[in-house]
C-alpha cells in the first residue's frame, strides 16, 4: 500500500489511502454505516469538516486520521473520484503506557453490501495491521456494537478477542462543555453539576 493508487491485477482490489477529492465518497460511506447502525441522526460530519480534519498524502502532518479505500478489480481507475468504491477503514494513533508503545484505532470499517463476502475486510484489517507493525505498534483496537454478531463472528474468525472487563465512557456536547468549564463536581463519587473545588 502506497499514497498512490497501486495497480491491481484483474482480480484484486486495490487499497489507497484517500485525497482530499475523495471527501464526498467518505462521507457518503460514513452515512452508510451510520444508516446500517441504526444512527442516522447521530453524523453532524460535513465535507467542510472532514476536509479540516483527516490527513491526506498531499499534507500528510494535517489532520487526526487517515482513511483507506477499498476499490473492486472492475475499478478502471481507483484514483478518479467516480470509481466504484467498496469499502473504508478511517483510523488513528493511540498510545499503550504499559506497553510504552503506539497503536491504531479503528474508527469506522464499513464495506458496502454489494461487495460483503469477498474478503475486502480481511484485505483492510491486514493493511492497519501491517501499519500498526510499520510505526512499531503493539495493538490495532476498536469497538463493536453489541447486537452486532455478524461483526463479532467475523472478528473474532481474524483473531480479535473481546474486552468483556472494559466499559467504554464518553463525554460530549454539552456534557463536555460543562466539564472543560468545571461546572461538574464529584460528592462520594456521585458526579453532578456545579463549579468544582480547586
Excluded at 491491481?8 to 477529492?21: G, K, L, V
Excluded at 480481511?122 to 505498534?137: D, F, K, Q, S, V
Amino acid at each position: 500500500m502506497t499514497d498512490q493508487p497501486t495497480p491491481s491485477t484483474s482480480d484484486e482490489p486495490t487499497i489507497r489511502y484517500a485525497t482530499e477529492d475523495d471527501v464526498p465518497t467518505i462521507l457518503t460511506l460514513i452515512h452508510e454505516l451510520a444508516t446500517y447502525e441504526h444512527a442516522s441522526s447521530s453524523v453532524l460530519a460535513t465535507p467542510a469538516s472532514l476536509l479540516a480534519t483527516l490527513t491526506f498524502p498531499s499534507n500528510p502532518t494535517h489532520g487526526y486520521a487517515r482513511t483507506l479505500l477499498i476499490f473492486p478489480p472492475s475499478s478502471s481507475s481507483s484514483s478518479s473520484p467516480d470509481a466504484p468504491c467498496a469499502g473504508m477503514a478511517l483510523f488513528f494513533p493511540n498510545y499503550s503506557t504499559w506497553r510504552a508503545a503506539p497503536g491504531i484505532y479503528l474508527e469506522d470499517l464499513y464495506v458496502r453490501e454489494q461487495y460483503r463476502g469477498r474478503g475486502y475486510g480481511t484485505r483492510l484489517l491486514r493493511e492497519l495491521a501491517r501499519e500498526t507493525e510499520r510505526i512499531g505498534g503493539k495493538r490495532l483496537e476498536w469497538s463493536v456494537l453489541r447486537w452486532n454478531e455478524p461483526s463479532l463472528r467475523f472478528y473474532e474468525g481474524i483473531g480479535a478477542e473481546r474486552l468483556e472487563e472494559w466499559v467504554g465512557m464518553r463525554v460530549e456536547g454539552e456534557g463536555l462543555g460543562r466539564l472543560a468549564g468545571g461546572e461538574v463536581r464529584v460528592d462520594g463519587g456521585k458526579a453532578g453539576v456545579g463549579k468544582v473545588e480547586e
